[in-house]
């Protein structure tokens, strides 16, 4: 499975940004789908996941400000970034897990996109 993330850059604070995650493999059923984000010196957090269901998890520090989706046709993974704050600067990971037509489970990670808030 390769992940492909999108959206990321360089945004003011208050400012909006959407990122996108492009799922891409055959014979793969996709289950939950994940962004994460990593700040230099920090570990890797959740941001807000988002099952095969469209149930979510969203972190108290993006909540009422970040916005999970999916799109299951398309294999991919959105996240909507509004009020951004200097302490949303990160890169962010996206993941995606499920299982082979094996039956082997699978637990895949995108390159990462770095979103810089700063005036």
């Known amino acids: 499975v390769q992940l492909q993330a999108s959206g990321g850059g360089l945004v003011q604070p208050g400012g909006s940004l959407r990122l996108s995650c492009a799922a891409s493999g055959s014979g793969f059923s996709i289950d939950g789908m994940g962004w994460y984000r990593q700040a230099p010196g920090n570990q890797r957090d959740l941001v807000a996941d988002?099952?095969?269901?469209?149930?979510?998890r969203i972190a108290d520090s993006v909540k009422g400000r970040f916005t999970i989706s999916r799109d299951n046709a398309k294999n991919t993974l959105y996240l909507q970034m509004t009020n951004l704050k200097p302490e949303d600067t990160a890169v962010y990971y996206c993941?995606?897990?499920?299982?082979?037509?094996?039956?082997?489970?699978?637990?895949?990670w995108g390159q990462g996109t770095l979103v810089t808030v700063s005036s």
């Open positions: 993941n995606v897990r499920g299982v082979w037509h094996s039956g082997a489970p699978g637990d895949y």
């Open positions: 988002i099952s095969n269901y469209l149930s979510t």
